[in-house]
């Protein structure tokens, strides 16, 4: 079955504890990203990544690292996570075509508490 | 201004009804206009899209575009409770690489 699967789904953890969520996909897509989603804001991109090792900036990427060592997995890195962290994320991904990224599959989310 | 502007409603309409489901955009160059649905503590899933101006008609949904008032509209005839969702405008395109997301419309069909 073709999904893009989260880990944890959800995590309470404490300001300063170095976390990771793993994001895996197995369709074989370039393109991968993460969002944050918070209410009355949406959803927000983090980072994204149009290839192995490439990896960029989106809307709102203080306090978060990536890393993109393979195709089929892109890790979100919260190294000092701190209250305003806290928030719904997702993983997703997608194929590139010439015009742009195509249809987005998303994972589950990951909801996140930081205290 | 935000690039793509949705009304977060909710709207709440009666099981039957029409629905209308709105986003406006400023960047003109967008040629491709994607509709998400996103069900409560869920990821978002593709709808439907449509390329340029012009409508699209899937089953009880029809996605239409007017690029001259960058105006995107979906809308859902015999709205059903299983339609109770939020959905969110994405449209990209015209140099624009990724999909821009809009807030999101909060939907609520009552039986």
């Known amino acids: 079955e073709a999904q893009v699967t989260q880990n944890p789904r959800y995590l309470i953890t404490v300001t300063g504890k170095k976390l990771t969520v793993t994001c895996s996909q197995n369709?074989?897509?370039?393109?991968m990203s993460w969002y944050r989603q918070d209410p009355g804001l949406g959803l927000r991109q983090i980072y994204y990544s149009m290839n192995v090792e490439v990896t960029d900036k989106g809307d709102v990427p203080e306090g978060y690292k990536v890393s993109r060592k393979e195709k089929r997995n892109f890790p979100l890195i919260l190294e000092s996570p701190s209250p305003n962290q806290t928030s719904l994320y997702f993983c997703?991904?997608?194929?590139?075509?010439?015009?742009?990224?195509?249809?987005?599959?998303f994972g589950e989310g990951s909801r996140l508490t930081v205290l | 201004q935000k690039e793509v502007e949705q009304d977060p409603g909710p709207l709440s309409v009666p099981e039957g009804a029409i629905v209308s489901l709105n986003c406006t955009y400023s960047n003109s160059a967008f040629q491709y206009f994607m509709w998400y649905r996103q069900y409560s503590r869920k990821g978002p899933e593709l709808l439907m899209y449509t390329y340029s101006s012009g409508n699209k008609e899937d089953g009880r949904f029809t996605a239409q575009v007017d690029k001259s008032s960058k105006y995107i509209s979906l809308f859902i005839r015999d709205s059903q409770p299983s339609d109770s969702a939020t959905y969110l405008c994405?449209?990209?395109?015209?140099?624009?690489?990724?999909?821009?997301f809009g807030r999101g419309t909060s939907l609520i069909v009552h039986p």
């Open positions: 994405a449209p990209f395109g015209g140099g624009s690489y990724i999909p821009t």
């Open positions: 369709m074989n897509h370039e393109y």
């Open positions: 997703a991904s997608s194929l590139k075509s010439a015009v742009g990224v195509g249809e987005l599959f």
